[in-house]
């Protein structure tokens, strides 16, 4: 337990403040993966055939993809393409992305993926009713969309976005590759440096099944309080 | 765009193919047993369906990383592991990865089968009993086929996550795919080459692995 302690004694504030990291980039990554989600959500089901085959590539190779090869796409061609897109503008200097906005973006867009299918399938299950009740009424296309599909999109969703939101807390421990100090990388340095990697690693795990179990019940509330009028 | 680094990579990418095919091979096997074996226990309300649900809790509220390093690295400690024969499988980073891609598949296969055991249709299991068919053979030749043809499209995005989650061997010195992958963008700083030749490889495996599962559900859907 004294390798617990915390101060310089031990290794409690480090990892706490490492548990911090992981939710951060976990919530980082989760609203990225929902700006993702939103763009193409309406993409995978709009008439156009051109646009759909955009929606149904992203969400098909990210999702075939090891998790691990879109960190490496990002941490090694991250700096490389914000370089090459700077050159156009005129900026030749080198330009270094820090990890935590290269692992939050990856995993975003991972989770955008699954996100784009929860939204695709919560729209799906609306009831046709509400689509055309508002297109008599003669409401304008936002309203239509922020007032009514919305709302009835995000209470369907709730269930399968906490798969989601698993997902992506248990994606974020291979962002440790890239060197940002979460949970992961924390405990490989203390591993590391007391020659007792068994300790920490299951110390590691037993911190993501407290965010996993917490988070859980988070949303089981949220669930609650979203379906009172069913 | 380097075509030239595409067309040499692929082979060398190819042969990682072979290990990514092996690991997954391997750890589906186990993980089908030991999964149908949890399952099993999870039926009953005991206290071993108790540890059955702990052990699936755990596997699938923690990384697949945070497993595999558990055993490569933390399991080296242990005296019980490093001074028997047991020493052989684990200081081997290949059984290392097998074992836990086995276990987590294990937890994951044991929710989908539990899954499936639950919503069997209570008839067929009283015709059975009316048609006088021992509980042994109704449980060996009604109940499991039916849970396994129900369970085939959950299990089918089991194996593609597995497949995915076979990378990670990479992480503990296996140059799998990824491994080489990773491998071959440090030494030419070409990422996106790479990752289109290495993705591709494994859009292919996961396309394939897709329509043999949706061939099977035809196959045995009761409709034909």
């Known amino acids: 337990m004294d390798l617990l302690a915390f101060g310089k004694t031990g290794w409690g504030d480090e990892l706490f403040v490492a548990a911090l990291m992981t939710i951060a980039v976990s919530i980082t990554a989760m609203l990225i993966g929902f700006i993702f989600a939103l763009i193409f959500t309406p993409l995978k089901l709009s008439k156009n055939k051109f646009l759909n085959l955009i929606a149904n590539s992203y969400t098909t190779v990210i999702r075939g993809v090891p998790e691990l090869l879109v960190i490496y796409l990002f941490f090694f061609g991250g700096s490389g393409a914000l370089m090459y897109v700077a050159s156009i503008f005129g900026y030749y200097e080198y330009i270094e992305i820090n990890a935590f906005i290269t692992g939050s973006v990856a995993i975003g867009i991972i989770s955008g993926a699954y996100s784009t299918e929860v939204f695709r399938g919560a729209i799906q299950s609306i009831d046709k009713g509400q689509f055309e009740a508002s297109k008599v009424l003669g409401f304008k296309k936002h309203i239509h969309f922020f007032k009514i599909i919305m709302p009835q999109m995000l209470r369907l969703s709730i269930p399968n976005l906490s798969n989601v939101w698993q997902i992506t807390l248990k994606d974020t421990s291979l962002i440790s590759v890239t060197g940002l100090v979460e949970i992961m990388r924390q405990s490989y340095i203390a591993a590391g440096s007391t020659r007792d990697p068994l300790f920490f690693y299951s110390f590691a795990a037993v911190l993501y099944l407290a965010l996993t179990f917490l988070s859980m019940q988070l949303i089981n509330r949220l669930e609650l309080k979203y379906n009172k009028g069913y | ?224």
């Open chain 2, 1 to 224: 765009m380097d075509i030239d680094l595409i067309i040499t990579s692929f082979p060398k990418l190819i042969g990682g193919a072979l290990i990514t095919l092996k690991l997954l091979s391997a750890s589906m096997f186990f993980g089908i047993f030991i999964g149908l074996f949890f399952a099993i226990l999870r039926i009953r309300n005991n206290f071993l369906s108790k540890i059955a649900y702990a052990y699936s809790y755990i596997f699938r509220g923690t990384p697949l990383l945070v497993q595999i390093f558990i055993i490569y690295y933390g399991f080296a400690e242990i005296d019980l592991i490093r001074k028997t024969f047991l020493w052989e499988a684990f200081k081997e980073p290949y059984w290392c990865a097998i074992i836990a891609f086995a276990l987590n598949t294990g937890a994951y296969t044991s929710e989908i089968l539990r899954s499936a055991f639950e919503t069997i249709k209570i008839g067929y299991i009283e015709a059975g009993k009316s048609l006088g068919i021992s509980k042994k053979l109704i449980f060996y030749k009604i109940q499991i086929p039916i849970a396994i043809k129900q369970s085939l499209p959950a299990y089918g995005n089991e194996i593609i996550l597995m497949l995915k989650g076979t990378s990670l061997a990479s992480t503990v010195t296996l140059m799998d795919i990824t491994g080489i992958a990773k491998y071959i963008i440090s030494t030419t700083f070409k990422p996106i080459e790479v990752f289109i030749v290495a993705g591709s490889i494994y859009l292919f495996m996961t396309f394939i692995i897709h329509n043999v599962i949706k061939f099977l559900e035809r196959k045995y859907s009761f409709n034909n």
